[in-house]
């Protein structure tokens, strides 16, 4: 009676292991979100729900290898592409109280210079953004960031 119980206790626990696994999916954990930066439109609107609403799907995608920031201040300063990654992505789900506005400055097949303005309550942020078609993506290759 014993071996009955056990059996039936095994049994029991490797269904339910087997539909916890199941409703994860296969590979759950290992697959990452793709964001659509089919054209620049979209990897502009990607970069501005990164860097003022706090979005992480996508981060590594939308920024291309040699991506570089500089801030305009009293102490101008560079960042590289990891540093400005890992900043945002700690940002997550963060959204920033500014009204924000987009102008397309020059934009051509391969290329796009737009200029992001976030307007907080005391200050004033522009971000000049310059995109490039790598590929059959578009990603962020420079943003250089001024204050008023």
Same mark, same amino acid.
């Not at 290898?65 to 009293?74: C, H, L, R, S, V």
């Given at each position: 009676m014993k071996t009955l119980v056990k059996t039936f206790a095994a049994a029991a626990l490797i269904a339910v292991s087997t539909f916890a696994i199941a409703a994860e999916g296969p590979g759950a954990k290992a697959t990452k979100t793709n964001v659509n930066l089919s054209t620049a439109d979209f990897a502009l609107e990607h970069y501005v729900a990164v860097t003022t609403e706090g979005e992480s799907a996508g981060v590594e995608q939308l920024f291309a290898?040699?991506?570089? #920031?500089?801030? #305009?201040?009293?102490n101008a300063q560079s960042n590289s592409r990891s540093e400005v990654v890992k900043s945002l992505k700690k940002q997550k789900g963060e959204k920033l109280n500014c009204t924000v506005s987009t102008d397309i400055i020059e934009e051509s097949a391969d290329y796009m210079v737009a200029k992001v303005t976030l307007k907080f309550e005391n200050f004033t942020k522009t971000d000049l953004v310059i995109l490039e078609r790598v590929g059959n993506d578009w990603k962020v290759s420079k943003s250089i960031n001024s204050y008023k």
């Open positions: 290898e040699g991506f570089n #920031q500089k801030i #305009q201040a009293t």
